[in-house]
C-alpha cells in the first residue's frame, strides 16, 4: 500500500524530511526532476531495467524497487540496453554470486557504448564484505551499491549519486525499521506478494539468510491487513504471505500475535479468495496453524515444508532441531487434519560428514512422504556459516552422484503424487495466456500446480472450474467445465 502522494507538490527547493517515508517522497520528486530534464535533453524518459535472482522476499523487494522508479518517471526496459540497470542479488549458494559477476562484465560492455548509464547493485550479496570489496576494486563502473536492509533508500541514493558523481555505498548491518507506504509495481494485477516479516534467527548452520537479511522482525498485524485490504480493492485474489521463517510470526511484536492468529485474520477480507505463505520451518509449526488450514476456506492446501535432510544426525550438525521422526510425525499430522494437502520441500546433498547412510534416511523421506515436488541442492559453502569451517566436505562427485540419484526419485514420485486430481473438476486461477499454445491460457490450482486450458485473455484474474483431463507429470491438460 502507498500513500497517494501528488510528487509536485513536493518542495524539492527545501531540506529534505527526516522521517520516513516523507524523506523518500521528497528523493522521488527530486529523482523525478532529473527525468523531465533528461527528457528535455533527449527527446525521451530515461529507461530502467530490474533484474531479480533468488527468492520470493527478493521478487517482492524488486515490485517495491520497481515502484520508486515508476515514480521518479523512468520507463520500463526489456533488458539491460537501458538508462538505469539494477540487480537485486542473491548469495544463498554460490553460483548465485557467479552469475551476477558474469552479467556485470556484460554491463560494463554497455556502459562504454552509453557512458550516461547508471548501474545499481541490491540484495543479499552486496551485505557481504568481501563482495562489496571486490566490486569496489574490480567493478568500478558499478555506480549504487545498498543492501537488504535500505531498499526503501533508491531515490535517496540515486540522487545522492547524481550530485556526487562517484560510487555510492550505503550497507546497513542490520535495523530495526519497517518503512511501510511507500510504492510498488506489481508484476500482477490479480495476485501479489506480502512481506509479514523480515530476517530469520535459525542460523541453520549452512544458511547465510541470517547474515545477510538480518534479525527476524515482523510487521504489525493492521498494517498488514491494511495493505491486504487495499490489494483486494485494487482487484487481488490471491496473496502470498513472505517470510523466512512465516510459522514464527509475531513473537516479538509488543502484543505478540501468533501466525495462526493473523491467518484468521486475512481470512476475513472480502475479495481475497486464495491464501498462501512462505517459508514455513517444521520446528516452529504448531497444532493451531493445522486446525486454522482444516477450517479455512480461503488457505491453498498447500504447505512448503523444507526438511533440508533426513538423517536425524545431519539435522543435528545443520542446526535444523527437529529429527526426521518429528518431522514425519508432523507430516502425518498435517495429513491427518487436511488429507488433501501438497507437501513441497527443499532438500541439501552433501552437507559436511554426509555419508551414503545419512543420504539413503534421506532417500527414505522422500519414499514416505511423497512429496508434490522437491528442490534439491547441492550444498555450497557460504564463508562465515559454521558449516564452512566443518571438517569432512563430502567430494563432488559423491556430492553430484547423490545428487543426481535424488533428483530421479523425487521426479518420479512427484509425477505420480501430482496426478492425484486428474479427472476431477479444480478452480484454477488463470495467471496468463499460454506461452507455447495458441488459444490457449495457464493457471494453477490451490496446491500451486499448474493447468492449461483452451481459453483467451479474459479469464486472466479470475478462477474457472476446469476439468482435468491430462496428467503430465508436473501440470494438467483441462478444460473449462460449466459448473
Ligand atoms: N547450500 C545449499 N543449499 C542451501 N540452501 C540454503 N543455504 C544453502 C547452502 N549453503 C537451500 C535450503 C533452503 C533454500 C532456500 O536454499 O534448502 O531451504
Ligand atoms: Fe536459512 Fe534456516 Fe533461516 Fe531458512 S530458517 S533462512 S534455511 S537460517
Redesign the pocket.
Known amino acids: 500500500m502507498h500513500q497517494e502522494i501528488d510528487l509536485d507538490k513536493i518542495d524539492i527547493n527545501t531540506e529534505p524530511p527526516i522521517e520516513e517515508p516523507a524523506r523518500q517522497y521528497y528523493y522521488m520528486a527530486k529523482c523525478r526532476e532529473w527525468v523531465r530534464e533528461f527528457e528535455r535533453k533527449n527527446g525521451r524518459r530515461p529507461t530502467a531495467f530490474t533484474q531479480t535472482f533468488g527468492?520470493q522476499m527478493n521478487a517482492r523487494d524488486s515490485e517495491k524497487l520497481q515502484g520508486i522508479l515508476e515514480q521518479a518517471g523512468f520507463e520500463e526496459a526489456g533488458d539491460e540496453k537501458a538508462d538505469f540497470v539494477l540487480y537485486n542479488t542473491c548469495t544463498?549458494?554460490e553460483n548465485a554470486n557467479q552469475r551476477v559477476y558474469g552479467r556485470l562484465g556484460y554491463l560494463n560492455t554497455l556502459k562504454k557504448k552509453n557512458p550516461h548509464m547508471l548501474i545499481a547493485l541490491c540484495g543479499c550479496m552486496m551485505q557481504e564484505p568481501e563482495v562489496v570489496d571486490k566490486i569496489r576494486k574490480s567493478y568500478r563502473f558499478v555506480d549504487i551499491i545498498f543492501g537488504t536492509h535500505n531498499i526503501f533508500k533508491l531515490a535517496e541514493l540515486m540522487d545522492r549519486r547524481l550530485e556526487e558523481r562517484k560510487m555510492v555505498v550505503d550497507i546497513w548491518r542490520d535495523t530495526e525499521q519497517i518503512v511501510e507506504e511507500l510504492p510498488a509495481q506489481r508484476k500482477f494485477p490479480f495476485k501479489s506478494g506480502v512481506n509479514i516479516m523480515f530476517g530469520c534467527n535459525n542460523f541453520?548452520s549452512?544458511?547465510?539468510?541470517p547474515y545477510v537479511r538480518g534479525r527476524e522482525r515482523s510487521r504489525k498485524p493492521e498494517d498488514i491487513i491494511a495493505e491486504i485490504k487495499q490489494l483486494a480493492r485494487d482487484g487481488v485474489v490471491e496473496v502470498m504471505l513472505l517470510g523466512q521463517n512465516v510459522n514464527s510470526y509475531g513473537k516479538n511484536l509488543e502484543t505478540p500475535v501468533t501466525f495462526a492468529g493473523l491467518l484468521r485474520q486475512v481470512e476475513e477480507i472480502e475479495g481475497i479468495e486464495r491464501i498462501r505463505f512462505m517459508?514455513s520451518h517444521p520446528k516452529d509449526l504448531s497444532e493451531e496453524l493445522i486446525q486454522v488450514m482444516a477450517g479455512s476456506k480461503k488457505i491453498c492446501r498447500h504447505l512448503h515444508l523444507?526438511v533440508?535432510s533426513g538423517s536425524s544426525r545431519i539435522l543435528k550438525a545443520m542446526n535444523r532441531r527437529y529429527t526426521k521422526e518429528q518431522y514425519l510425525d508432523l507430516v502425518d499430522r498435517i495429513r491427518a487434519a487436511v488429507p488433501d494437502i501438497s507437501l513441497t520441500t527443499?532438500?541439501?546433498v552433501g552437507f559436511p560428514g554426509e555419508t551414503e547412510e545419512d543420504f539413503l534416511e534421506t532417500m527414505d523421506v522422500v519414499e514416505k512422504v511423497g512429496f508434490d515436488s522437491a528442490?534439491t541442492?547441492?550444498?555450497?559453502?557460504?564463508t562465515g556459516?559454521p558449516?564452512a569451517s566443518m571438517e569432512d566436505q563430502v567430494p563432488e562427485e559423491v556430492v553430484k552422484e547423490r545428487f543426481d540419484r535424488l533428483l530421479a526419485r523425487v521426479q518420479e514420485l512427484s509425477a505420480r503424487v501430482c496426478a492425484r486430481d486428474l479427472h476431477t473438476t479444480q478452480k484454477v486461477l488463470v495467471e496468463s495466456l499460454d506461452d507455447h499454445l495458441e488459444g490457449y491460457v495457464t493457471g494453477r490450482l490451490g496446491n500451486n500446480t499448474v493447468v492449461h486450458f483452451p481459453g483467451d485473455a479474459s479469464l486472466i484474474g479470475t478462477i474457472v472450474p476446469v476439468y482435468l483431463e491430462e496428467s503430465k507429470g508436473f501440470y494438467y491438460m483441462g478444460t473449462a467445465a460449466g459448473v
Do not use: K
Open positions: 527468492c544463498v549458494r541453520c549452512y544458511c547465510i539468510v517459508t523444507p533440508q527443499d532438500i541439501i528442490f541442492f547441492i550444498y555450497s559453502r557460504r556459516t558449516a
